[in-house]
């Protein structure tokens, strides 16, 4: 879903634009300027569905509560369903701390790698070890402006190739990383790796998700998800697989920082609806809305934490839906202890950044089956 798109229609005043609203975070420069108000009151969060609570109240028992119901089934992990919503599937705590870390790792290290596309290529082009200049402290040089003539570049082209058209002559940008030290003086364009760290919004894996077109490129360079991915997520796709198997094909990675959030939509670009889309959840604790086929049907709001897993599909897949927004503060995020974690996995340092990056951050990867 584009963050363009996600907008769309926002501005109008309907109820899930209100839900939205309610539970976005105010900061206090944000709320002054907006109005005069002083202090920042906290949220309301009493109407926010708290499934793992729920599931530990219900045990094996049949009947709802809060509208939650446990969904039997031969299935590895607690499964509950929502009684106004058919097609929703919440599996609490499907990854373990260990499994957790392990997505978390290969979300910030290998999924923003090209040829997976990220929000960054757009202006850079493909980046290479993004993780790894922000851990060097890296910046990104612009490094060359070659100018020929290429009368056949269409402009839509020439931005996803980032190629600049000016009357058929194009100037090719090239970007590479290097020591502060060696951009020091220069007067090409440079942006530090941890900034574009910090901006990296998205990354698509597998087949490549074009925003502009709204649809998949198959015509883009890319390299299928990783086994192991694809394999956990037919496995917890199974609780809402009715026939067939559910084969990964592509997925999102959303990062959010702090003020981030993602606004209702539907993700309608799949040609098989009857096939879930795999949610996971990793570090920071957020507000996730549910809502109906129109924004005016008013949503469910519910806590996902870091292990937890949604699924959409059937009905639900035609929902409106959206993370209007993420707990940060350390008393709120709850956030595994991951430092404990690496401590005792000997051998295996280097992680430090790893743990401050997510205890201020969420991490959702959403895993489609597209054809
Ligand atoms: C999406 C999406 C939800 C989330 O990327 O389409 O709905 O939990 N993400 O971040
Ligand atoms: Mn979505």
Request: hydrophobic letters at 0%; zero cysteines; proline letters at 0%.
């Given at each position: 879903m584009g963050y363009e798109d996600a907008q769309a229609g926002a501005h109008m005043r309907t109820a899930f634009r209100n839900a939205e609203k309610h539970y976005k975070r105010y900061t206090q420069a944000s709320s002054l300027s907006k109005s005069s108000r002083k202090k920042v009151p906290a949220t309301d969060l009493h109407q926010v569905l708290d499934i793992r609570k729920i599931g530990a109240v219900l045990g094996d028992q049949k009947c709802s509560v809060q509208g939650v119901s446990r969904f039997e089934g031969p299935f590895d992990w607690a499964v509950y369903t929502l009684d106004a919503h058919p097609g929703f599937y919440f599996i609490p705590e499907a990854l373990s701390a260990a499994q957790q870390l392990h997505w978390i790792v290969e979300s910030l290290t290998t999924f923003p790698q090209p040829p997976n596309r990220t929000n960054h290529n757009a202006i850079y082009g493909p980046l290479k070890d993004l993780w790894l200049a922000y851990q060097e402290g890296k910046v990104l040089k612009e490094i060359a402006s070659s100018t020929r003539h290429l009368p056949s570049v269409a402009e839509s082209d020439a931005t996803q190739r980032n190629i600049d058209v000016d009357g058929g002559v194009a100037t090719a940008k090239a970007w590479q990383f290097c020591d502060r030290t060696e951009a020091c003086g220069q007067l090409s364009k440079v942006v530090p790796a941890e900034l574009l760290f910090r901006k990296l919004r998205w990354a698509t894996l597998g087949l490549q998700f074009d925003w502009s077109k709204r649809a998949y490129d198959e015509s883009l360079p890319y390299s299928m998800l990783p086994t192991d991915l694809a394999q956990l997520a037919a496995r917890l796709a199974e609780a809402a697989v009715t026939k067939g198997e559910f084969k990964a094909e592509a997925a999102i990675v959303n990062y959010y920082g702090p003020d981030d959030m993602l606004g209702g939509h539907v993700d309608d670009m799949e040609a098989d609806w009857s096939k879930p889309i795999v949610s996971i959840s990793l570090g920071c604790k957020a507000v996730f809305l549910l809502g109906g086929a129109s924004r005016e049907e008013s949503p469910t709001a519910m806590f996902v934490r870091s292990g937890d897993v949604v699924l959409m599909a059937g009905p639900a897949r035609r929902c409106f839906h959206g993370v209007p927004r993420i707990f940060v503060d350390s008393n709120q995020s709850e956030v595994p202890d991951f430092a404990a974690l690496v401590e005792s996995?000997?051998?295996?340092?280097?992680l430090d950044a790893v743990v401050q990056y997510i205890n201020q951050s969420r991490i959702n990867v959403n895993i489609r089956q597209v054809h």
């Open positions: 996995q000997k051998g295996s340092s280097n």
